[in-house]
């Protein structure tokens, strides 16, 4: 391997590998998993809906955000991710419980499962082995049978429009939505181009209402740019996503009834092996989110 691949294939697998290793634990069980749901407003009442942003590594503090909503009892009757979101989203959809996912993600090691691209000059990676995990894990379930209604956010490469994909190839979708330009080749979907959903939507609220929300509470994983750019074409391509989307991050988030951002500004969005640490501040950050979260909410269900 030329060693400027390295970092790109080390973080490329760490990803890859996490998705491969929560479907290991599809059938065990957690006293956590059957926790009551507090649906909001009672039975017949506001649907909530959660938004899952991108990040890149830091999507890893999404699953420690989960936790701490499990643990208080609030269940997503729908649910939308963008990018990193996207891949914790379709995991959570199809029935995983927060305590799965983090109990694999911190054992797992990387392997040799990220599909280098050397055909093709439009991206340094296809993909396909993104979509086959993600598809063997969920147990080859299209969109439309998970548990949670979800649906992942990408965009059109020609038109530049985002693109909700609710339904189909749960794989594809989510390889589609995590289409870094540059990183991954654009994916091909009905015969459209698409890349990354966070060019568009790297806050995915609108779409979490176009599933059916009345309550949206979005999940901000991003960060202000760092000076963190280190040397590879991977970590500039990041930094660069982070600076452009920033804006249209807080844009998005105005647009939810509730935001919980995780302090990720300590740790890259290349920065993988940090998995357990960002799971605890999305854990943090969820718990400590709660009251507030009580107070705001609540007035909205029973208006909704």
Not at 270 to 287: C, H, N, S, V, W
Request: hydrophobic share 45%; net charge positive; glycine share 12%.
């Amino acid at each position: 391997m030329h060693p400027s691949a390295a970092p790109r294939r080390q973080a490329m697998t760490a990803m890859l590998a996490t998705a491969m290793a929560w479907g290991l634990t599809a059938g065990t069980t957690s006293a956590h998993a059957q926790a009551a749901p507090r649906r909001l407003g009672g039975p017949g009442g506001a649907r909530l809906g959660l938004a899952l942003g991108g990040g890149s590594a830091r999507g890893f503090s999404h699953i420690g955000v989960l936790k701490a909503l499990d643990e208080a009892g609030y269940k997503a009757d729908v649910l939308a991710g963008t990018s990193a979101g996207s891949l914790v989203g379709v995991f959570y959809a199809a029935g995983y419980t927060p305590w799965q996912m983090e109990e694999v993600a911190l054992k797992v090691r990387d392997i040799d499962v990220a599909d280098i691209n050397s055909a093709n000059k439009r991206g340094m990676f296809a993909g396909e082995a993104l979509q086959k995990l993600v598809n063997e894990y969920a147990r080859h379930q299209p969109i439309e049978r998970f548990k949670i209604p979800f649906g992942a956010v990408a965009t059109n490469l020609l038109t530049g429009a985002p693109v909700l994909l609710r339904t189909g190839d749960a794989g594809l979708a989510v390889r589609a939505s995590c289409a870094i330009p540059g990183v991954f080749v654009p994916t091909l979907v009905n015969g459209i181009e698409m890349v990354d959903g966070g060019l568009v939507s790297p806050l995915p609220v609108k779409q979490t209402r176009l599933l059916g929300a009345d309550v949206v509470i979005a999940v901000d994983v991003g960060a202000k740019p760092q000076n963190n750019t280190g040397n590879g074409l991977y970590e500039v391509i990041l930094q660069s996503f982070e600076i452009m989307g920033r804006a249209l991050t807080e844009l998005e988030a105005q647009q939810a009834d509730f935001v919980i951002r995780p302090d990720t500004s300590r740790f890259s969005s290349t920065d993988f092996a940090a998995r357990k640490d960002l799971i605890q501040a999305g854990y943090e950050a969820g718990r400590k989110a709660l009251p507030e979260l009580a107070r705001k909410i609540a007035p909205k269900a029973k208006s909704a």
